[in-house]
């Protein structure tokens, strides 16, 4: 086990850096540059400063070489400074991570305890009405664009019926709130962009979770326990739920990446303060350090997610042994 946590860590040095790369280049491959973003045709900018700003922030150099000058600040955890305001970029990451980590966290923790019961309630009531109209969800879930899905909802539920925030985390107001009421405005700013960004994966895991138990259930070990005598709430505990839950937590694992990368869009939609929004804004500025930033640190928790996920594998069946893994 040990042995098998070392050589994950250790691949994700060069993925790390690999992806970075890719990044990198295609951001340069973008039409346009910093300074003719952040001065446009201003006719009191000369060229001589533009050329300035781009040799003070070595844009004026090669792709390659830019890649390798940001690698070593990399290396030392200096992502540089922000082309449009110059304030340090791991300043500005840290400044916005908390927001998104409250809301990724949130959406895996909604869609892992809300979609599992839905799975087993209806492996086990199967083509009951539950099973059906839970099929229905599925399917809704997988053909509605999220990004529509929370268009609908802000329209809804705050222009049309009042009942929650349109946008933002945390008002000008809260500071005037006590605890309690802290609380509760952040829980009605957090509602929408949760349930945007969590009924996509909500859909996928509930049918996961509905096929794996429903495919487990056909074992001859689950048969023979139920011959033995056993009561059938701790054949569905005991000999189906752990062997069922191996490919869950394998897609469970696989939906932080696509809730890293949603939550751009969710972000922006909700004016969320998180890496997102912030990733998406310094998108449209050109601003080049902060874009990097932001998507190495959704890297890193990407892998660290992916990472995550498959440790979880020997708390669910200690038969797994990854040391006999090459």
């Given at each position: 086990m040990k042995t098998y946590v070392v050589k994950r860590l250790l691949l994700m040095v060069p993925m790390l850096f690999g992806?970075?790369?890719?990044?990198?280049?295609?951001?340069?491959?973008?039409?346009?540059?910093?300074?003719?973003?952040?001065?446009g045709l201003n006719p009191e900018v000369s060229d001589t400063a533009r050329e300035a700003f781009s040799e003070m922030y070595g844009l004026d150099r090669p792709v390659l070489e830019q890649y390798f000058m940001w690698l070593r600040r990399f290396v030392t955890m200096d992502f540089g400074r922000s082309l449009v305001?110059?304030?340090?970029?791991?300043?500005?990451?840290?400044?916005?991570?908390?927001?998104t980590l409250l809301l990724q966290i949130s959406s895996i923790l909604v869609i892992f305890f809300v979609a599992l019961p839905i799975g087993i309630i209806s492996a086990i009531k199967r083509d009951s009405l539950f099973d059906k109209a839970s099929t229905?969800?599925?399917?809704?879930?997988y053909a509605m664009p999220t990004f529509w899905l929370a268009i609908l909802l802000v329209f809804f539920f705050s222009f049309k019926l009042g009942w929650l925030p349109v946008s933002g985390m945390r008002p000008w107001?809260?500071?005037?709130?006590?605890?309690?009421?802290?609380?509760?405005?952040?829980?009605?700013?957090?509602?929408?962009?949760?349930?945007?960004?969590?009924?996509?994966?909500?859909?996928?895991?509930?049918?996961?979770?509905?096929?794996?138990m429903v495919e487990v259930m056909k074992e001859n070990y689950v048969l023979t326990a139920r011959a033995k005598g056993l009561s059938e709430k701790r054949v569905m505990l005991v000999h189906v739920?752990?062997?069922?839950l191996l490919p869950v937590v394998t897609i469970l694992g696989l939906t932080l990446p696509v809730l890293i990368s949603g939550s751009f869009i969710f972000e922006t939609i909700f004016a969320w303060p998180g890496m997102g929004r912030l990733g998406y804004e310094a998108i449209m500025h050109y601003d080049y350090?902060?874009?990097?930033?932001v998507g190495v640190i959704a890297t890193l928790l990407t892998l660290l997610g992916i990472f995550l996920s498959d440790i979880a594998y020997v708390m669910i069946d200690p038969r797994i042994r990854f040391e006999s893994r090459k």
């Open positions: 992806i970075s790369l890719v990044m990198f280049l295609i951001m340069h491959l973008a039409p346009g540059d910093p300074a003719s973003i952040r001065y305001d110059d304030r340090p970029v791991i300043a500005k990451v840290m400044a916005h991570l908390p927001a229905v969800f599925v399917f809704i879930g107001y809260a500071q005037y709130l006590d605890t309690g009421g802290q609380v509760l405005d952040l829980l009605r700013h957090l509602a929408l962009p949760l349930i945007a960004t969590s009924f996509g994966g909500l859909a996928a895991l509930s049918r996961y979770a509905r096929s794996s739920l752990g062997n069922a350090p902060v874009v990097m930033g």
